[in-house]
Structures are given as structure tokens and as C-alpha cells.
């Protein structure tokens, strides 16, 4: 079963950045994309980015692609979302996800990391 552990999160002024990061462990070679989702309080949980575990393609909501940008160091088994110009709007809880099969559902999720964007 894979395992996935987010960190980067904090306290961050609005315009100001923040770069989350994703380890992921056990049966990786059974990940075929890397997800990051997050959810605000009182609000469903939202798609921010895709990547493929090869690095080669990447998806983002629309909202988002211009301030995000995801990448991926397969040497580290290590996802990454660099934010940038975060808005109060941005805060939320960020969580990664893994997909084994193309299309399907994400199979695996971690525990979340906090991102608090003040005004």
C-alpha cells in the first residue's frame, strides 16, 4: 500500500508563497499520477493539480494554473506544489493523492497539510 506524507504547509501573508511536498513510500512502482487536492472549511474538497509519476504531463484547474505549478523528483519519490501570489482564498487543507489506474479514482490520500493564507 502506498503511503504519503505532506509537509510544507503554514502561516502565509497574502501574495506571499509556500511549497508543499509529498513523499510517497511503499509500492511505488504502482502509482501511475500524482494528485493535489485541498478543502476549505465548510466546502467540498477541490481539485488543484495533476501530475504523471513519469513527470511528463500535468493538469491543473483552471483557477489555479497560473499561480501553481506542480513537479515531481522521481529520485526522492517526492510530489511538490510551489504556490505563489496565494490569496486569502487559498486557505484550506492541501492533501496529495496517488492513482494507480488511469482515469479511475485516487487510491491513496495523506493525512493533509494546512495552509493559512492571511490578509
Known amino acids: 500500500q502506498v503511503q504519503l506524507v505532506e509537509s510544507g504547509g503554514g502561516l502565509v501573508q497574502a501574495g506571499g508563497s509556500l511549497r508543499l511536498s509529498c513523499a510517497a513510500s511503499r509500492r511505488t512502482f504502482s502509482i501511475y499520477a500524482m494528485g493535489w487536492f485541498r478543502q476549505a472549511p465548510g466546502k467540498e474538497r477541490e481539485f488543484v493539480a495533476r501530475i504523471s509519476w513519469s513527470g511528463g504531463r500535468t493538469y491543473y484547474a483552471d483557477s489555479m494554473k497560473a499561480r501553481f505549478t506542480i513537479s515531481i523528483d522521481n529520485a526522492k519519490n517526492t510530489v511538490y506544489l510551489q504556490m505563489n501570489s496565494l490569496k486569502p482564498e487559498d486557505t484550506a487543507v492541501y492533501y496529495c493523492?496517488?492513482?494507480?489506474?488511469?482515469?479511475?479514482?485516487?487510491?491513496?490520500w495523506g493525512q493533509g497539510t494546512q495552509v493559512t493564507v492571511s490578509s
Open positions: 493523492a496517488a492513482q494507480a489506474v488511469p482515469g479511475a479514482k485516487y487510491d491513496y
